[in-house]
């Protein structure tokens, strides 16, 4: 008798539920990470513009919306950044979290962290 080769149907089956479980957490998560990249970026931005060290907090925060703005940010607002000297330099960071409902009653928990001190901490997931 020849042995059977191949793939069984429950094999096949067990491969594409793997294959689409994981496409849906890139399809949901994908645009929190790229909202918060951009959120990275605008912080980056405003530190290297050189009015910033002499910007109040309430020009810091006008310059974060006005760039959030332009990058479709919604999550995050100038109301939501910490702002703070670090050694006489402006600092400005944020802090959030977004919870991304994935299926029935399971959603991920996202944690983001993102400051223009040369040393912020990286994004969390939980």
């Known amino acids: 008798m020849k042995n059977q080769r191949g793939m069984s149907f429950i094999g096949l089956l067990i491969l594409i539920v793997l294959g689409v479980s994981i496409t849906l957490l890139v399809v949901k998560l994908s645009p929190a990470y790229i909202e918060f990249f951009s959120v990275k970026k605008v912080l980056a931005t405003m530190a290297q ?17 006005r760039r959030a703005n332009i990058d479709y940010i919604t999550t995050v607002t100038g109301k939501d950044l910490d702002l703070s000297k670090d050694n006489g330099q402006n600092v400005a960071s944020v802090e959030y979290a977004q919870k991304i409902p994935l299926l029935l009653n399971i959603s991920a928990c996202l944690d983001f962290s993102a400051s223009t001190a040369k040393s912020s901490k990286p994004a969390k997931d939980e």
């Open 49 to 65: 513009d050189p009015a910033f060290q002499n910007m109040s907090p309430k020009e810091m925060r006008e310059s974060f919306d």
